[in-house]
């Protein structure tokens, strides 16, 4: 059984900086590609923000994020950062952590369903 735990939370205002982590546990030892999603409002869908291979590389970003956020993890572990500058009003949302251990390519990375394991969310809130 893997388990996956998001921190780092929190309120920022406007332009300000948040840094999440994911630790993701395994007695097996197996390292995962994993990826962040977020969801903006109760009842809606969760969105893609970023995703990493366990290598480390590649990264791959939301149109929306893209320059603002930085999704990075320790070598040959599962833990994963999220680093988000520039942090707008409309990043408001419960940010979730996910991992897979099949290689998550590029055409699926962004679809929640084929993600197999994840945290239970953390709340990030940007007011203006």
């Known amino acids: 059984q893997v388990q996956v735990v998001e921190s780092g939370g929190g309120s920022v205002q406007a332009g300000g900086s948040l840094k999440l982590s994911c630790a993701a546990s395994d007695s097996s030892g197996d390292t995962y590609d994993m990826a962040w999603f977020r969801r903006l409002a109760p009842g809606k869908e969760r969105e893609f923000v970023a995703s990493i291979d366990e290598s480390g590389t590649p990264t791959y970003y939301a149109n929306p994020v893209q320059g603002r956020f930085t999704i990075s993890r320790d070598k040959g572990k599962n833990t994963m950062y999220l680093q988000m500058n520039s942090l707008q009003p409309e990043d408001t949302a419960v940010y979730y952590c996910?991992?897979?251990?099949?290689?998550?390519?590029?055409?699926?990375?962004?679809?929640?369903?084929?993600?197999?394991?994840w945290g239970q969310g953390i709340q990030v809130t940007v007011s203006s």
């Open positions: 996910a991992a897979d251990l099949l290689e998550m390519r590029q055409t699926i990375v962004a679809v929640a369903a084929n993600w197999d394991y």
